[in-house]
């Protein structure tokens, strides 16, 4: 990956900078935006329009179209959601996927980044101050807000009923006086949309640095990258009597593209806790 090398990222929300902040001192490359498609059209944060597909498959469609509009073999994709933990279930919950596509090399490769941290609220508010509260306490202007007439809801046409894109607290309070005055109340939830979005920006910057691990994890074998964990075995021996437990063992590394693999053990013995035996 040495050299500087062009990469089209396809995104109308100023992703290509944060990548770029990554990957251009790491791998020598030029990020350039790929433009021509509203990326809204393949899912947006306001629901206007659903995503069709998994978010895997939306990163992956998004690098194809970064490279057939900008004619460039190399093209970068990402797609965003947030949803409930899938830990237990409480928490908002930001992931993020990027694919790179090298139709020159044959590479797909996908990178990931996950956070509990994120800026995801809604409220419905009946009087300015009830703005004012919402907008101060998730940190407005530098994180965005959506303001509507009713609340948010999937398969809508078109945007006129959504106000985004409000640059400070002043035009925020002209909006909000206005909704207020023709419907008594107003919708509000914040922006989830990349350059509105600071926390959910830091956690795009992960996933690149993940992207990066990964582009420069070579096959000892064939020298493809991405070479990392495939599968991991568990049996770790407990620390106290010895027996398999359910903790991780082995790590198994893999090459996708010949098939090589590297066993990598992850510690000696498991903790006692872990042990069905000692920790019934």
Avoid at 61 to 68: D, S, T
Avoid at 95 to 105: G, K, M, Q, S, V
Avoid at 217 to 240: H, N, Q
Avoid at 262 to 272: G, K, L
Wanted: charged share 20%; glycine share 10%.
């Amino acid at each position: 990956m040495s050299g500087s090398r062009i990469v089209a990222f396809l995104t109308q929300h100023g992703k290509e900078q944060l990548l770029q902040s990554v990957c251009g001192p790491a791998l020598g490359w030029q990020v350039q935006r790929a433009a021509g498609y509203d990326t809204d059209q393949l899912g947006s944060f306001t629901r206007v329009h659903a995503r069709a597909g998994s978010q895997r498959e939306a990163a992956r469609r998004k690098a194809e179209l970064a490279c057939e509009l900008s004619g460039l073999p190399r093209g970068l994709g990402s797609e965003g959601a947030f949803a409930p933990d899938p830990y237990v279930g409480l928490s908002p919950w930001n992931l993020e996927i990027l694919c790179y596509l090298d139709r020159e090399a044959g590479l797909e490769i996908y990178a990931s980044a996950d956070s509990l941290e994120v800026s995801c609220a809604q409220a419905w508010v009946s009087d300015l101050a009830g703005v004012h509260r919402f907008a101060e306490a998730q940190g407005f202007p530098a994180q965005g807000l959506l303001l509507a007439d009713r609340r948010l809801e999937p398969g809508r046409a078109g945007e006129a009923w959504i106000l985004q894109d409000l640059p400070d607290l002043e035009s925020l309070t002209q909006s909000a006086l206005q909704l207020l005055a023709e419907g008594g109340g107003l919708w509000l939830e914040t922006d989830q949309r990349a350059h509105r979005n600071p926390r959910r920006q830091r956690v795009i910057l992960r996933a690149a640095e993940d992207l990066v691990r990964r582009l420069q994890a070579r096959c000892p074998s064939c020298g493809t990258p991405d070479f990392g964990v495939k599968r991991r075995v568990p049996g770790l021996p407990c620390g106290a009597c010895g027996m398999p437990t359910e903790a991780i063992l082995w790590d198994i590394h893999g090459c996708a593209h010949c098939g090589h693999e590297q066993r990598v053990q992850r510690a000696e013995f498991a903790d006692p806790a872990q042990c069905g035996l000692c920790n019934p």
